[in-house]
Structure formats: C-alpha cells, structure tokens
T-cell receptor
C-alpha cells in the first residue's frame, strides 16, 4: 500500500516569513495529492490539491509543487500570518481512492 | 450545502457501554469514510464505503467496532463494548468518486466537525 512521510512535524516561523512542508510517497500509481488544514478543535479542510498531470499549482499565498520522478510534493506558504497557524496534512491517493495521510505538521506563526 | 453532519459532537460514557456515532454525508456524494484521530496515531482510516457498500474495513481496530451504511444519506459507527483506549475524535468524510479511468477519479474529501469521544 501507499506510505506517506511528512516533514517537519513542527515548524515555527515569524510572521511574514515563508513556510515549506514536504511529503514523500511510495506508490507510483498515486495521482492525487490534496493538502488539508486543521485548526485547533476543528475539522480538516482542503486548502489546495494537485493532480499528477501538473507540476505546480498556486492559490494566492499558497502553492503546491509535485515531483513525480522523486515521488515528493511540497506545500509553500508565503507571507505567513498568525491565522495560518494550524496542523497541515498531506495525502496521496491513486486509483483505489483510499488516500493515505501524512502525520501532520504543526505550523506556528509568531506575530 | 449543509456539509457533512455528525452527531453527537461530544460523547462521554463509561467503559463497557455501547457508543453509536452518526454521520450524514453531503447529498450526491457516493463515498464515505470514517476516521479516528489521536495525538499518538494521527489520522487513521477505519472504513470506507462506496455506494453504501463497505469496500475496505482493514483499519477497523477489532470486532468491537462495526459500521453500517443503510442508505446513501446515513452511516453509523458503533463501538460495543467501549474501552478507555477508544477515546479519540472520530471524523466522517464524504466525497464524490468519478468512476472509470483517468486523472479525475479522485476528488477531495469533505470532513464533518467530528465527535469527541471520551470513555471513562
């Protein structure tokens, strides 16, 4: 089955800095890579996703890149704000459509 | 769109009692997932339904756990008997899966607000 590794487990940045979270996956058949944000006490919510026919996708301050050859994908947040503080999960899914989640990254943005 | 609706939001019960968690997926979605989230183990997939049929229940911890989906708009996760180690947040999520080949076969999951379960 799929195995997703996510790093770092905790990331602390100053407001305005950039943050990068990286994930690797094992199954070359995986073709869908969503990212979820979970604020404290709340549900995971999709913030951006990318499919394997695209190398990069941007939405305002967030972007995701995908390297299929190396089997890794990353989330980039620019100009971080305190409200970006949350746990971020990556996931990888393929034809079986059972997505595998990473263990999460706790992002702390200091004002 | 009401989103995925879970009930109850919080449940506190004593060890040995039966616990039933409920989920109403988004109308039109044909896939439903039950997850358990703890600090130690992260987000674990327990069971996955497609068109009301259980497809993969390999994540169900043991026979004390059971899940049903009698129709497209309702699912339950039952724990009987409950144990303190079952304490966690349980999330239900739904999605629409496009069948067939191609890169559009995966769609994002929409999560409910979760049930925070405490077994004393």
């Amino acid at each position: 089955g799929e195995n997703v590794e996510q790093h770092p487990s905790t990331l602390s940045v100053q407001e305005g800095d950039s943050a990068v979270i990286k994930c690797t996956y094992s199954d070359s058949a995986s073709n869908y890579f969503p990212w979820y944000k979970q604020e404290l006490g709340k549900r995971p919510q999709l913030i951006i996703d990318i499919r394997s026919n695209v190398g990069e996708k941007k939405d305002q301050r967030i972007a995701v890149t995908l390297n299929k050859t190396a089997k890794h994908f990353s989330l980039h947040i620019t100009e971080t704000q305190p409200e970006d503080s949350a746990v971020y999960f990556c996931a990888a899914g393929g034809g079986s459509y059972i997505p595998t989640f990473g263990r999460g990254t706790s992002l702390i943005v200091h004002p | 769109d009401a989103g995925v609706i879970q009930s109850p939001r919080h449940e506190v019960t004593e060890m040995g009692q039966e616990v039933t968690l409920r989920c109403k997926p988004i109308s039109g979605h044909n896939s439903l997932f039950w997850y358990r989230q703890t600090m130690m183990r992260g987000l674990e997939l327990l069971i996955y339904f497609n068109n009301n049929v259980p497809i993969d229940d390999s994540g169900m911890p043991e026979d004390r756990f059971s899940a049903k989906m009698p129709n497209a708009s309702f699912s339950t996760l039952k724990i009987q008997p409950s144990e303190p180690r079952d304490s966690a947040v349980y999330f239900c999520a739904s999605s629409f899966r496009v069948f067939g080949q191609g890169l559009i076969s995966n769609q994002p999951q929409h999560f409910g607000d979760g049930t925070r379960l405490s077994i004393l």
